[in-house]
């Protein structure tokens, strides 16, 4: 994934670096205790008529942005001639902080970052005394005014490893702006788990 920073997407495009839209599944209204069955699910076999009681009620939708925001890009870098300097540290707090506001990618695939070797897992790296490890399967949409930059959740390791320096104005959205999450976009709730499932 590589866009030059400050690219603007086509009006309409899904807040993901991909063309296919964000996919979201709401459990709040499933009829049964999905954070058990998950558990259940990783340690042990789970009968399918369980698995469909469970998740009676789910909902499977596709997020957009709100049609009045602006989606940028800041920070896709695969290659040297980006720019270099100090960022303040701040930056760095408040993508750390919000790390959970992370959209996946909704891919299987993890990015590596291409300045490093792109065949090894990403290092780990240290920010005030605490010690991170970022997979890279998503990424970040920061909202500041009618823009939302989207950059990669790698983009921590770009600014402290390779000493990337974002532009101004995605520095400022960082520190005034807002860390939108799934909850911020528009959905389309397109089916009801298990319609057109077939779960036999
Ligand atoms: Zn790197």
């Not at 799934?182 to 499932?197: C, F, K, Q, S």
Request: with cysteine; proline share 8%; hydrophobic share 40%.
């Amino acid at each position: 994934m590589q866009f030059p920073d400050l690219y603007r997407f086509p009006k309409g495009h899904p807040p993901s670096p991909y063309n296919h839209p964000v996919s979201v599944t709401d459990y709040s209204q499933a009829a049964g205790d999905v954070e058990l069955l998950f558990q259940d699910f990783i340690s042990d076999h789970v009968e399918p008529e369980r698995i469909k009681r469970v998740l009676a009620g789910t909902r499977k939708g596709e997020a957009t942005l709100p049609s009045e925001l602006a989606l940028l890009a800041v920070g896709w870098l695969e290659a040297d001639g980006f720019e270099v300097g100090e960022v303040p540290g701040t930056v760095l707090d408040r993508l750390l902080a919000n790390r959970d506001r992370v959209i996946s990618d909704g891919t299987r695939g993890l990015h590596r970052c291409e300045l490093c070797s792109p065949n090894q897992p990403l290092p780990h790296f240290q920010w005030r005394d605490q010690r991170y490890n970022i997979v890279g399967h998503g990424h970040y949409l920061i909202q500041y005014r009618d823009a939302v930059y989207m950059v990669p959740e790698l983009l921590p390791h770009y600014l402290l490893e390779h000493r990337y320096r974002p532009p101004a104005e995605f520095v400022l959205a960082v520190v005034e702006g807002k860390f939108l999450q799934v909850a911020d976009l528009v959905v389309d709730w397109v089916r009801e788990w298990p319609i057109g499932h077939d779960a036999g």
